[in-house]
């Protein structure tokens, strides 16, 4: 049914239709909102799970991992310094094949603090051994989660579902929630082919030798190759219960001829999408809605870029001395293809930074500049400090001997 | 499409206001969006909110730069400059004040700041009601219900509804009567527009 709800609630509510026994999460903005609705469902007699509270994302993450394996279907959620502190033990959930849901509500990570949306903290653990999916707007983040449950229990890999921070888990719009016997009909009951049990003891996470550490990589990854099927075939099957789907591994819409297109990963897509609506583009321009950013659709990259002369790329993270960090991986992907786009790659909206839609025009017209491959688009220079000031004061020294003088 | 941005201080209930609003126009069977920007949450700090409604599925997530409306939940916000930045030049301004829209034109005057010839300022004194029936400053029920019989952009019985999604007993009752109030004490239809203009 429609309702008028804000991202979290509509988030939380999902988590719940899809029955999670144990729930383990500690608070941390703007993720906060999603676990307290659960506590509440809980609270109330909605939802039969066990919460968990705990003293930190290390122990929400640990938690989770040891009651999957227990055979529990366990979910947690969390951002920035919380995804980051949790990083060791997501290495663990994923390299003993444990499956887990993960709602990251995408944050910047200090330092500088900041509280607001950017994708520096999933990137930062992108290497983890996680599927990562991302949502352009709160109905997806509704569908995704949903599917995000059957792709972990099938490929027996977690699944990060990446939410932008405030741009989505704060915005109240309308969303449609599934009835639970859809969800029931689509998802079923969670049983993992290695539980801990008494009954038949086993180990998991013991020390691996050189001599099959190898293999386990390689397991590990090729089950990422696989991933990719089950991934479109989770919103296929539920685009079959409720008549819409997230677009797979990637979402191509707009101009489809066009020689030009922009690649976002996340909210900044509906922006761009309202702009190209509303003719703010001011050209014909392909859009491209990346969803899965692992496993990372090369093959879908190739296949939605053909015919283009120019790529434009979003970044909503930067690998500082490096660049942006999906353009990276476009490039990678786009090489060795014959008549490549040239891909154009600007960072924008870190750290919360407003993301208007006439930005796009802009960007469409400096591909006539031959602009850098790499660029924070909506720098201000007139925020920089002025280099002179710093040339100018003398700073005092410090340290555990003064300097004679 | 109607903008509005809230310009209020928190523990006001400006975010709850911008979701009433919201939620409002999705029972009237519009499409609508509503959120907060706002620094680490404390009680005073400016914050801002908008909302957005239209009728067809709203896309955009940018920030309202410029807004047809802005609603204020306290008249010492006209006081930051962002406050008025980009209201259109045929704009308005719903203020909770027990000062006169006039008063409010001098003062801005004082501060250097100015105000379109053609945008139009109306006041209420929302705390003062929220007082008298809450005994807390929240002025949400009588400042909404007043902007909505302003621009008749919603009815105010979907306000109603809003609260009663949120609300209830003696709370509901309360909020009930401050939308009765609110709406009340200005001149209904004063800046009527369609929302699909």
């Known amino acids: 049914m429609r309702e008028a709800l804000e991202g979290s609630q ?8 899809c ?3 144990v729930v383990a999460a500690y608070p941390i903005t703007p993720q906060t909102h999603i676990v307290e609705g659960l506590a509440r469902l809980i609270a109330d007699g909605l939802l039969a799970a066990e919460l968990v509270s705990v003293e930190s994302e290390f122990s929400a993450a640990s938690v989770v991992l040891g009651a999957a394996a227990a055979g529990s279907r366990s979910y947690t959620a969390s951002a920035s310094q919380g995804i980051l502190l949790m990083s060791e033990v997501l290495y663990n959930i994923s390299g003993l094949r444990i499956p887990v849901v993960l709602t990251c509500a995408n944050r910047a990570v200090s330092s500088p603090v900041s509280i607001w949306n950017d994708h520096q903290d999933s990137m930062a653990v992108r290497d983890s051994g996680w599927i990562q999916l991302h949502c352009a707007d709160n109905q997806e983040a509704v569908d995704t989660t949903i599917q995000a449950f059957r792709i972990s229990e099938r490929t027996e890999l977690p699944v ?12 109240l719009e309308p969303i449609d929630l599934p009835d639970a016997a859809q969800v029931d009909a689509f998802l079923p009951p969670f049983r993992f082919s290695r539980t801990l049990s008494s009954s038949a003891p086993l180990s998991q996470g013991t020390l691996v030798s050189p001599e099959f550490f190898t293999e386990m990589r390689f397991l ?8 990719e099927k089950e991934i479109l075939s989770a919103d296929r099957d539920w685009a079959g219960f409720v008549g819409r789907d997230c677009g797979g591994l990637l979402r191509v819409e707009g101009d489809r001829e066009a020689s030009v297109a922009i690649l ?10 309202d702009a190209h609506r509303s003719g703010l583009l001011g050209r014909p321009v392909r859009l491209l809605s990346l969803r899965a950013f692992r496993p990372f659709p090369a093959g879908a990259i190739r296949e939605a870029t053909q015919g283009l002369s120019d790529l434009i790329v979003l970044d909503r993270s930067l690998s500082p001395g490096s660049g942006g960090i999906v353009a990276h991986e476009i490039r990678s992907a786009l090489y060795g293809m014959a008549k490549g786009p040239r891909v154009v790659n600007f960072a924008v909206g870190l750290g919360g930074r407003n993301v208007p839609g006439e930005i796009f025009r802009e960007m469409l017209e400096s591909l006539e500049k031959d602009p850098p491959s790499f660029s924070i688009f909506d720098l201000d220079p007139r925020k920089l400090p002025d280099p002179g000031l710093d040339a100018a004061t003398e700073m005092p ?9 | 499409m109607v903008e509005i941005r809230i310009h209020g201080r928190g523990g006001q209930g400006n975010v709850l206001a911008a979701y009433l609003l919201a939620t409002a126009a999705f029972l009237e069977g519009q499409f609508s969006q509503a959120f907060p920007s706002f620094g680490a949450e404390r009680r005073g700090a400016p914050i801002t909110a908008f909302v957005r409604i239209d009728g067809s599925p709203i896309l955009r997530r940018s920030q309202i730069t410029s807004p047809r409306y802005l609603v204020l939940a306290d008249d010492g916000i006209l006081r930051i400059p962002e406050t008025l930045a980009g209201l259109s030049p045929e704009g308005a301004i719903l203020v909770n004040s027990p000062r006169s829209p006039e008063e409010l034109r001098k003062r801005l005057e004082v501060e250097g700041m100015t105000v379109g010839p053609a945008v139009r300022i109306e006041t209420i004194p929302a705390t003062r009601l929220a007082m008298e029936v809450l005994g807390r400053p929240i002025p949400n029920a009588p400042l909404l219900s007043a902007f909505l019989s302003l621009t008749g952009t919603l009815s105010t019985e979907s306000l109603g509804r809003a609260f009663a999604g949120r609300f209830s007993g003696d709370l509901l009752q309360k909020n009930m009567s401050l939308v009765a109030s609110g709406a009340s004490l200005v001149a209904q239809n004063l800046w009527k527009e369609p929302i699909h203009a």
Do not use: N
């Not at chain 1, 976002?264 to 999408?273: D, E, F, N």
């Not at chain 1, 340290?399 to 004679?404: A, M, R």
């Open chain 1, 10 to 17: 509509a988030i939380a509510r999902a988590v719940a239709l």
């Open chain 1, 220 to 227: 590990q990854h090729e089950a990422f190759a696989r991933a």
């Open chain 1, 160 to 171: 990060m579902v990446c939410v932008d921070g405030f741009t989505l888990t704060h915005t």
């Open chain 1, 19 to 21: 029955r999670p026994q």
């Open chain 1, 264 to 273: 976002a990963m996340g909210s900044v897509y509906g922006t761009l999408k």
């Open chain 1, 397 to 405: 020294s410090s340290g555990p001997v003064l300097s004679p003088r």
